[in-house]
């Protein structure tokens, strides 16, 4: 078992930053890649950016490049996302996952181990 826990979560103003933490623990050697999905109400969850853990190599959605990053840890077993010029848009529940098998997939089928979640809200 793998276990994510997220935290960073908040309400800010639109234009402002958050930097959201996953938190890995269990049979973390196991982990190939981490990423970061998000789902806003009525709306299916859909892949913001995904890392490797080895090397470090990045994928990031369309809809954040350029103002998120994600990047990760090693040795604390953590991921991050570091989320800049936020819009209103970006509001919703972010959700950390974990991927033990190699894939090129984002899609969530492709993650086997899931955080609760954290909510982001952007103020207009």
């Known amino acids: 078992q793998v276990q994510l826990v997220e935290s960073g979560g908040g309400l800010v103003q639109a234009g402002g930053s958050l930097r959201l933490s996953c938190a890995a623990s269990?049979?973390?050697?196991?982990?190939?890649?981490m990423g970061w999905f998000r789902q806003a109400p009525g709306k299916e969850r859909e892949f913001v950016a995904a890392?490797?853990?080895?090397?470090?190599?990045?994928t990031m959605s369309d809809s954040v490049k350029g103002r998120f990053t994600i990047s990760r840890d090693n040795a604390k077993n953590t991921v991050y996302l570091h989320m800049n010029s936020l819009k209103p848009e970006d509001t919703a529940v972010y959700y950390c996952?974990?991927?033990?098998?190699?894939?090129?997939?984002?899609?969530?089928?492709?993650?086997?181990?899931w955080g609760q979640g954290t909510q982001v809200t952007v103020s207009s």
């Open positions: 890392i490797k853990w080895s090397g470090g190599g990045t």
């Open positions: 269990g049979r973390t050697f196991i982990v190939y890649r």
């Open positions: 996952a974990a991927d033990r098998d190699y894939s090129n997939s984002y899609r969530t089928g492709s993650f086997d181990y």
